[in-house]
């Protein structure tokens, strides 16, 4: 098992960037993905970033170019770097970790932009 704690999220304009943190309770050396989704009120939690164990990232279409994953086993945490942030990336972003296969989440962290 692994408990997630995110951080950094907050209130930004737009343009603007976020760093947000999720800190494992455990190494994360040997867990297979983890990754970041988000959520809005009234629809399905989506995909926005996962790196798997030995690096490979996937990234949402919406976020290409302008989102950065990264782990630090070391530390055990992943970051989610945010830049240049629209609207429209308002939601709760929760953090995620699939150890097969069984999967957990993060009690999430809300993310505002403004216009």
């Known amino acids: 098992q692994v408990q997630l704690v995110e951080s950094g999220g907050g209130l930004v304009q737009a343009g603007g960037s976020l760093r947000l943190s999720c800190a494992a309770s455990?190494?994360?050396?040997?867990?297979?993905?983890m990754g970041w989704y988000r959520q809005t009120p009234g629809k399905e939690r989506e995909l926005v970033a996962v790196?798997?164990?030995?690096?490979?990232?996937n990234y949402a279409d919406f976020v290409k170019g302008r989102f950065t994953i990264s782990r630090d086993n070391a530390k055990n945490t992943v970051h989610l770097q945010m830049n240049s942030l629209k609207p429209e990336d308002t939601a709760v972003y929760y953090c995620?970790?699939?150890?097969?296969?069984?999967?957990?989440w993060g009690q999430g962290t809300q993310v505002t932009v403004s216009s």
């Open positions: 995620y970790a699939l150890m097969t296969p069984d999967q957990y």
């Open positions: 455990r190494s994360i050396f040997s867990i297979n993905v």
């Open positions: 790196i798997r164990s030995g690096g490979i990232t």
